[in-house]
Structures are given as C-alpha cells and as structure tokens.
C-alpha cells in the first residue's frame, strides 16, 4: 500500500432533528454571541427559523444573523427574494468583518455551499488583517494563518460537501473564483441535519446532488486516490445510487432519501479534500468565474460526457485496466446492480448517470449564456485536476460542446 496521509474533518454530529444539539455545542465552544450566516431560501420556512431562534434561546446565546448573499445594511437577514450575490463573495466577508464592532465568539452558517463557504471564510477573516481578496490562492499574495473564530457549518443542501472541507471558494463575476484554504480552517462541528433539506426546491436538489455524485465519482478515480478514500467514495456513491431519484421526486417528505445524500455529500467533501478531483472540477473552476452557471447544473450536465469520454481514452491504453475496474465498480455502486461484463458495468454507469440528468431537468449551458466561444475560453484555462486521463485543450472543449 502506498503511504497516504489523512486531512482532518469536523466534528460531525449527523442524524434527523440532531439541529437541536447546536446550542449545546456552541457553549462547548465557549460561544454566547455567535454571528450566523444564512441563505435566505434555507429559512425561508417559518417554522424552521423558529426553531432555530428558539434553539439559540434555549442555550442563552445572541445571536446576529447576516445574508451571505447581501452587504450588509442592504436586506434584512429573512427578507425573501434574492440578493445581488449568487456565489460566497469576497467583498460580503470583507463588509461584515468592516460592519461588525465585536468579532463574535463563534460563527454559524446554514444554508448551502456558499453561505458555508461565507461563514468559513469569515472565520478567518475576523483574524487576518487586510482584505480576504489578499489571501485567495492565485490571487492574493500572503498565505492564510490558520487562526480562525470557532465555526460550525450546518448545511441545508446536500452538494459541495464543504462542510468537511478546509476551503471556502469565493467568487467575483467576470474576474475569478478562487480559494481560500488552510488546513486549520475546517469546521470545528459539520451539523448535517438532514430535516433541515425537506424545503430544498426541486431543481436545487438536484443540481447539488449532481455536484456530490461528481466529487465523490472523481475522487473515486483520481490518481491521488487511496484505498481510505475509495472505501468512503464506493460508499458514498451507493447512497446516492439509493437516494438520488427520491431526493428529487419526493425531497419534501423522504427523510430517508434526503439523508443518504446528506452523507454521500458529507463523504463527498471528505474525499475531495484528501484524493483531489477530475476534468469535471478542472472545468468547472475556470466556468465559475466566467460564465453564470450553477455549480451543480455544470458538474451534472458534463459528467455523463467526461466519463464516456474517459472510458473509451482509457480503453484505449494499455495500462487501464485499474481505472477501468473502478469504473465498473463505480457503475455497480451507482445503480445497485453487479451482474454482466467489466463493459456493461462501466455503461451502467453512464446510463444511471444520463438518466439522473434527465430526472434533474438540466438547462443546457446555453441557457446560461454560454456558447462556444465562451467554450473555447473555458478549455484553455481549465484543466484536468487529478483525473486518470489527461484531455487536451480540444478534447476539453469537445466535452463542452455536448453540453452547450
Ligand atoms: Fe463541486
């Protein structure tokens, strides 16, 4: 066995009405005035932002709450409807950290991916001098500390799997999407609730529930992968093998579904943070920053194509009988079937992954604006991450095309 190193994860505490358990892990923390980072949607429900009021109540804690998709001052934490900002922005941590006279002795998000992203970065920046934008890997040019407030990441979408994760993505349209990342910047609890994602709209379930079955698949076959993530990424894919389509169909009362992708996104970002990724997130990093597509939508709409793409290059080699193995092993995970031919299993795969598209109802990326110019820039800056096949620039864009 090849030496391999493991990152470290959150505190996890995992399991249906567990969001009970956040005031009494806030005080272990040592926290009785925390700043909580929404997404609007994800306490959209009266009765959710009610418990979770009552929640802080209960363990004497005060709480003040921000939008991580507002300025501060611009919209009331709850107010409906959507702010200026889709993505974690650099410039909303930089105005709460500017807008707040106390750094809070604990920092709470809920909501999805960005909103944790927000809160995660701005565990951090209440530490570190200066602007976040100075700390973003490729664009900044001083390196994080790793000094952060306590933080605990309480996700309402089951997708990027950040709340495992020890990096916050933040963006500026039409300029970059880049990371902020250190070690020490993992969550210190990851509170995955999975009654909190009842309310997740359709569409939204599942473009994240693409972008998990995404990060767990190219973790899976990345070149870096160890046998520790290839348990927790065959393990994560067959929960979401298991979950995926009721998650979609019936999200608002399947509990059971609704969890076993909560876990396959939780295992998702524990495998992306120690194994790395593939095309799909090679792509996506340099698509986030130019072209307005969802994260979920994007991952979802290439994957079919980057591992048909993948199977017949791989075949083609004759040292790919290891990434064809796991292929197949994918594909049987995925659809819950294991009989046939290595070739049938691997065009299980593919055909689970089709028909989850289709379920999902993606736009097609030319809905978002993007064409094939935009493409074209999009194969050139992206690249392949840790994928087991090296695409050139034009296998790159040939892959976008499909899905334009
Ligand atoms: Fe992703």
Same mark, same amino acid.
């Given at each position: 066995?090849?030496?391999?190193?493991?990152?470290?994860?959150?505190?996890?505490?995992?399991?249906?009405?567990?969001?009970?358990?956040?005031?009494?892990?806030?005080?272990?923390?040592?926290?009785?005035? /925390?700043? %909580?980072?929404?997404?609007?949607?994800? %306490?959209?429900?009266?009765?959710?932002?009610?418990?979770?009021?009552? /929640?802080?109540?209960?363990?004497?804690?005060? =709480?003040?709450?921000?939008?991580?998709?507002?300025?501060?001052?611009?919209?009331?934490?709850?107010?409906?409807?959507?702010?200026?900002?889709?993505?974690?922005?650099?410039?909303?941590?930089?105005?709460?950290?500017?807008?707040?006279?106390?750094?809070?002795?604990?920092?709470?998000?809920?909501?999805?991916?960005?909103?944790?992203?927000?809160?995660? =970065?701005?565990?951090?920046?209440?530490?570190?001098?200066?602007?976040?934008?100075?700390?973003?890997?490729?664009?900044?040019?001083?390196?994080?500390?790793?000094?952060?407030?306590?933080?605990?990441?309480?996700?309402?979408?089951?997708?990027?799997?950040?709340?495992?994760?020890?990096?916050?993505?933040?963006?500026?349209?039409?300029?970059?999407?880049?990371? +902020?990342?250190?070690?020490?910047?993992?969550?210190?609890?990851?509170?995955?609730?999975?009654?909190?994602?009842?309310?997740?709209?359709?569409?939204?379930?599942?473009?994240?529930?693409?972008?998990?079955?995404?990060?767990?698949?190219?973790?899976?076959?990345?070149?870096?992968?160890?046998?520790?993530?290839?348990? +927790?990424?065959?393990?994560?894919?067959?929960?979401?093998?298991?979950?995926?389509?009721?998650?979609? #169909?019936? $999200?608002?009362?399947?509990? $059971?579904?609704?969890?076993?992708? &909560?876990? !396959?996104?939780?295992?998702?970002?524990?495998?992306? !943070?120690?194994?790395?990724?593939?095309?799909?997130?090679?792509?996506?990093?340099?698509?986030?920053?130019?072209?307005?597509?969802?994260?979920? %939508?994007?991952?979802?709409?290439?994957?079919?194509?980057?591992?048909?793409?993948?199977?017949? !290059?791989?075949?083609?080699?004759?040292?790919?009988?290891?990434? @064809?193995?796991?292929?197949?092993?994918?594909?049987? &995970?995925?659809?819950?079937?294991?009989?046939?031919? @290595?070739?049938?299993?691997?065009?299980?795969?593919?055909?689970?992954?089709?028909?989850?598209?289709? /379920?999902?109802?993606?736009?097609?990326?030319?809905?978002?604006?993007?064409?094939?110019? +935009?493409?074209?820039?999009?194969?050139? &800056?992206?690249?392949?991450?840790?994928?087991?096949? #090296?695409?050139?620039?034009? #296998?790159?864009?040939?892959?976008?095309?499909? !899905?334009?």
């Amino acid at each position: 066995m090849n030496p391999f190193s493991l990152a470290r994860t959150p505190e996890l505490i995992f399991g249906a009405g567990e969001i009970v358990c956040l005031g009494e892990c806030l005080s272990r923390l040592g926290a009785a005035d /925390v700043l %909580v980072v929404v997404s609007p949607s994800a %306490v959209a429900d009266v009765e959710v932002r009610a418990g979770i009021a009552r /929640v802080f109540e209960e363990a004497g804690i005060t =709480a003040s709450y921000v939008r991580y998709d507002s300025l501060p001052g611009t919209l009331g934490p709850f107010e409906a409807g959507q702010g200026p900002y889709r993505e974690a922005s650099p410039d909303v941590v930089d105005a709460v950290v500017a807008a707040t006279d106390q750094c809070p002795q604990a920092i709470v998000a809920i909501g999805g991916g960005s909103a944790i992203d927000t809160g995660k =970065a701005l565990s951090a920046a209440f530490l570190e001098e200066g602007s976040i934008t100075d700390y973003l890997e490729g664009v900044g040019t001083r390196a994080p500390s790793g000094r952060k407030v306590p933080f605990v990441a309480v996700p309402t979408t089951a997708g990027t799997g950040s709340e495992a994760t020890a990096n916050a993505v933040l963006s500026r349209q039409a300029a970059f999407k880049k990371s +902020l990342r250190h070690a020490r910047l993992v969550p210190d609890v990851a509170l995955v609730d999975p009654g909190l994602q009842l309310s997740c709209p359709r569409a939204q379930t599942a473009a994240s529930g693409l972008d998990a079955i995404t990060q767990l698949l190219e973790a899976y076959l990345s070149r870096t992968a160890t046998p520790f993530t290839d348990a +927790l990424a065959l393990d994560g894919l067959a929960a979401a093998g298991r979950s995926f389509l009721p998650a979609v #169909e019936r $999200g608002d009362s399947d509990v $059971g579904a609704r969890a076993g992708m &909560a876990y !396959a996104a939780w295992l998702s970002g524990v495998c992306l !943070a120690n194994a790395g990724l593939g095309t799909v997130h090679g792509l996506a990093g340099a698509a986030g920053a130019l072209a307005p597509v969802p994260h979920g %939508v994007f991952c979802g709409a290439l994957l079919p194509h980057v591992v048909e793409r993948t199977i017949e !290059a791989v075949s083609r080699r004759r040292d790919g009988s290891g990434v @064809l193995s796991k292929i197949a092993a994918a594909g049987r &995970a995925l659809s819950s079937q294991s009989g046939g031919s @290595l070739e049938a299993q691997m065009h299980l795969l593919v055909d689970r992954l089709v028909e989850f598209a289709r /379920v999902a109802d993606l736009p097609r990326l030319s809905e978002y604006g993007m064409d094939t110019a +935009l493409a074209r820039v999009i194969a050139e &800056a992206g690249n392949n991450k840790q994928h087991p096949h #090296e695409f050139d620039v034009d #296998e790159r864009y040939e892959l976008l095309e499909r !899905a334009l």
